[in-house]
């Protein structure tokens, strides 16, 4: 019996079967899992600021407007017309302006959590220029005691190690904050990963439906001489590959159909749930702008009224987003630059030369000036102006 394989064709193979009771139906599956887009950052740049127009518009409204926000720098005593640090932001390179190189910034920041700078080094205290690194090509490299005491890039295969243990760190490392990390930020764009899938999935199926004449499918219902209602393999392989070269695409949009014998076209029509995707993606654009920060009605989305009207979202959006990021950007690179000089320096946004800001200034001023019972020096705090300078009247 030890020898029984030796003997051809002494049993037969036997043919594996499913015992499963699901074996029968395994082949009438559905899409199963709901499928998220991957959450790190290249992917999320790519689905939510490439290839999605809402995601994109909000990064590029809070971008431009912080940057054309103006810059002044000033410190306890006075307010710089003219200063090394101000000549270096007004021109950080030989390939970027100001605007460019802040544009930058506040994009990596909302795309990613976090924003580098790179300084230089000059033969002077300030440095000779500054550039924006991007932000998912760096690593962070924590020290014994958790703070950073070096800066990996990495480009393909080459990398670049930046020392932060000397006096100053080469790498100013802006982040949002992030409760689960000690070292990274959370971007807006993760808090709107789930809303961008969605929106980008109902954007296909509306493709997909203009693709088929922006109409519904329909049934072929089949009904032989016989009375049979199924049809052979070759017939069923035969009339859907007619069906593929002839009747699908957009080229082949409101084609008749000839039909044979025994076959019957029924037409469906939109059920509520195709009804539905419209308002789908609209909810998810709104869910996009709420992460960053942007009013609906300002990216155009129809149905807002959360805004009297388009000024008041305008004043809105630089009151509640922009302005807040903006000043904690300049705060970060007015403390960075500021350990280069030695210097105790303030670089903030002039709150006075904000068109959008403009009437609540007014108020502000008129208000301060018209305070009889405060001291000049009293009312340039309260302005955020420097204060006044020795020998000067402080009625």
Known sequence: MVF???????????????????????????????????????????TGFSGNPVGFRSVKLIAEAAAALPLVLQDRNQRFDVHPILNLVRRPNMAQGRAELMEALFA?????????????????????EMHVLRSDRMKI??????????????????????????????????????PQDDHYGFSPMQAAAMAVDVHNSASRWSKSLLDNAARPSGALVFNSSEGHGAMGDDQYRRLSEEIEANYQGARNAGRPMVLEGGLDWKPMGFSPSDMEFQKTKESAAREIALAFGV?????????????????????????????????????????????????????????????????????????????????????????????????????
């Open 4 to 46: 029984k394989f030796l003997r051809p064709g002494a049993e037969a193979k036997v043919v594996e079967t499913k015992a499963s009771a699901t074996g029968p139906v395994v082949a009438y599956h559905s899409a199963g899992r709901v499928a998220w887009s991957p959450r790190d950052t290249v992917s999320l740049t790519r």
């Open 108 to 128: 990596q920041l909302l795309l990613s959590g976090d924003a580098y700078v790179e300084a230089v080094a000059s033969e002077e205290s300030v440095p000779l």
């Open 141 to 178: 490299v924590p020290g014994a005691d958790g703070w950073p005491v070096a800066y990996e890039y990495s480009v393909g295969a080459k990398k670049h190690r930046f020392d932060a243990t000397g006096p100053v760190s080469p790498i100013c490392h802006i982040k949002s904050f992030h």
């Open 295 to 395: 009013p609906p009605m300002l990216i155009g989305i129809q149905g807002d009224a959360t805004y009297a009207n388009y000024q008041e979202a305008n004043r809105a959006f630089y009151r509640l987003t922009v302005l807040p990021l903006a000043t904690r950007v300049a705060s970060a690179l007015s403390d960075w630059l500021s350990q280069f000089t030695g210097e105790d320096l303030e670089l903030k946004p002039d709150l006075d030369q904000v068109p959008a800001l403009a009437t609540e200034r007014d108020a502000q001023w008129s208000r301060v000036s018209n305070a009889d019972f405060l001291t000049n020096r009293e009312k340039r705090a309260l302005l955020g102006l420097p204060a006044l300078a020795e020998g000067d009247s402080d009625g």
